[in-house]
């Protein structure tokens, strides 16, 4: 839909441009610009949409307490607690500002988290992995809606299926308590981004708020939520170019007015919202979120990380390593789509589409090509530290399921074409995939996030070459294996005597797990070289061999172990009695 020409008779200040419809669907569906789905489809396709959305919750309530404790969470957890106390104290006690390195981090999860616990039925990590699980579908139901507002309701059910099917998000989803929140935050950013920018030049009251309000949420979490603001920026800047060369400067300049006088109340919204939650920018409140962009940006950590084969250096990582690690970490579906999507829209550029369908179509999806291509090639000109695979780059799954869920609908609709059988052809090979996906995250529960897509040859393919169980999240489920494992022994009682464990690995991940006939003694000597049991996990290579003893249990993902654990008890005979 092009700009038109304003309509001059009257007061010139009411001029408008002709925004396109709420649902339009030209440019990513291949179908007559105007168009709308036929209300039967919207409501089919979003029944299903808000099926799923139930299904996940019901999943999400159902397995929270399967997932272990990340070895971030303590000091997250503290950080909350702090956070909370400064309020508490009449912001006399600001030891959350001096908290390790927690200060440049905003504090929304963490000090949501502390309000919630004391009134939660859940012990505080079970807490913590419940309403990360909650964020986490919330960020699937904002993909959705993003998806649906660019695209229509048929792409959004089929992106808001890919990011569930998404084993590096989904996996996450329950104890990544800040990479999972941040994501969810950003792709509700780019939705209310978008809602602003088709009702350009005067946006409403409720989208601009709302921008604030989730613009400010995601900054109370990580500055990086910069980004968002710049993406929208971007956007209007050629929003406002394409007025100028349709319709003149003056006229850009009145768009330009009514555009500021418009969004302006974001930004107290969103930078009091951050306030709140992030007390710590206030105290400087223009030095320090730029202080804690430089900070995140090159943080001064330098660990060793595994990136093809080869330990890599944290703080001076390969150029390649995000975009590689992006390649083998989202599923297959999900590449190819990107791929497509690229390849659909050069096409279409190419033909002139956005002649037929309105500049404005390349506005509204400026957006989106930026969330998922900015940061990427930002990390390839500044090689920020990173370390754990695409942990700290979470959010970029969103946005390409996006571009993902909208080339897989574009090419559902050529392919309807050509004729019912093929449609029903490119629906089936879709069902198909998306069973496959389901099938291999049920079959990894709960080590999801260790997903590693067949170009790589899966979790088996990327086992040496790539980060796995960094999280040490298998060390959960190893010792309730081996908590069953003892018990069975006792014919399903507690035995008659106190056994003593060693772990290599996240400690925190058991501490709380502990039966009372199981004593943790690491840092005890001389206990911790003499314990009856040793459990491990294999992301760090030296901890399957630090001690010996019978291997009795194994914690895999397709056949690849994560965590084992060892019988180091004498033989039976030798055993005393009490």
């Known amino acids: 839909m092009s ?125 913590r992995h419940l309403l990360c699980a909650l964020v986490g579908v919330l960020g699937i139901a904002g993909t959705w809606r993003y998806t649906r507002l660019l695209a229509g309701p048929r792409a959004g059910f089929i992106a808001a299926a890919l990011l569930a099917l998404s084993g590096v998000y989904y996996g996450a989803m329950f104890n990544n308590t800040k990479d999972v929140p941040f994501a969810a935050g950003m792709v509700w950013t780019l939705y209310f981004a978008t809602r602003i920018l088709n009702q350009m030049p005067r946006p409403s009251r409720s989208a601009v708020l709302k921008f604030g309000l989730v613009l400010g949420m995601t900054l109370a979490i990580r500055v990086g939520a910069v980004l968002a603001g710049f993406y929208l920026a971007v956007a209007m800047a050629l929003h406002f170019a394409l007025v100028t060369r349709q319709e003149g400067h003056r006229w850009a300049l009145v768009d330009a007015r009514r555009a500021f006088l418009s969004l302006w109340p974001a930004i107290p919204v969103a930078y009091a919202i951050m ?131 909208i080339a897989a609908d574009r090419l559902w609709a050529i392919s309807q074409r050509g004729g019912r059988a093929l449609g029903q052809g490119f629906a089936a090979a879709m069902t198909v995939v998306g069973v496959v996906y389901a099938w291999q995250l049920g079959a990894m529960h709960p080590n999801q996030y260790v997903y590693y ?68 003694v690491n840092g005890i000597e001389p206990d911790w070289r003499k314990a009856d049991f040793f459990l491990a996990f294999t992301q760090a290579k030296r901890c399957p061999s630090l001690l010996d003893g019978h291997p009795i249990l194994e914690i895999a993902a397709e056949d690849v172990p994560l965590s084992i654990v060892k019988d180091r008890r004498p033989p039976k005979a030798e055993i005393p009695t009490e």
């Open 3 to 127: 700009i038109e020409t304003r309509r001059r008779a009257g007061d010139e200040a009411s001029s408008t441009i002709r925004r396109p419809p709420a649902e339009p669907t030209a440019s990513a569906a291949g179908i007559p610009a105007g168009w709308t789905p036929p209300r039967h489809d919207t409501a089919l396709w979003d029944g299903l949409s808000r099926a799923l959305l139930l299904g996940l919750l019901i999943l999400a309530a159902l397995t929270f307490l399967s997932y272990g404790i990340s070895t971030d969470e303590e000091v997250q957890h503290i950080y909350g607690k702090k956070l909370l106390s400064y309020y508490t104290s009449g912001f006399q006690d600001r030891s959350a500002f001096h908290f390790k390195d927690l200060a440049y981090y905003g504090g929304l999860f963490d000090l949501t988290t502390a309000v919630i616990v004391p009134f939660s039925p859940f012990e505080e990590y079970e807490t």
């Open 453 to 520: 897509n067949q170009f790589v040859g899966g979790v088996r393919g990327a086992d040496g070459k790539y980060e796995l169980d960094y999280w040490g999240n298998s060390l959960h489920e190893a010792l309730e294996e081996l908590v069953e494992y003892v018990e069975r022994e006792n014919d399903g009682h507690a035995p008659p005597r106190q056994y003593t464990l060693t772990v290599c690995g996240n400690t925190l991940a058991v501490r709380f797990e502990l039966p009372p006939w199981l004593r943790l």
């Open 275 to 405: 306030a709140v939650f992030w007390p710590w920018v206030v105290q400087r409140p223009l030095r320090n979120p730029l202080e804690a962009l430089r900070v995140v940006s090159h943080f001064p950590i330098d660990i060793q990380t595994l990136f093809m084969g080869e330990l890599v250096h944290s703080n001076d990582p390969p150029a390649l390593y995000l975009p590689v690690y992006l390649a083998v970490k989202l599923p297959e579906a999900v590449v190819i789509g990107v791929g497509a999507a690229v390849l659909l829209a050069a096409v279409w550029l190419a033909r002139g589409g956005w002649r037929r369908s309105g500049a404005f179509t390349v506005v509204r999806f400026t957006p989106l090509v930026l969330a998922g291509f900015l940061p990427i090639l930002l990390f390839v000109l500044m090689r920020p530290s990173v370390y754990n695979g695409i942990r700290h780059f979470l959010f970029l799954a969103p946005p390409f399921v996006v571009m993902a869920a």
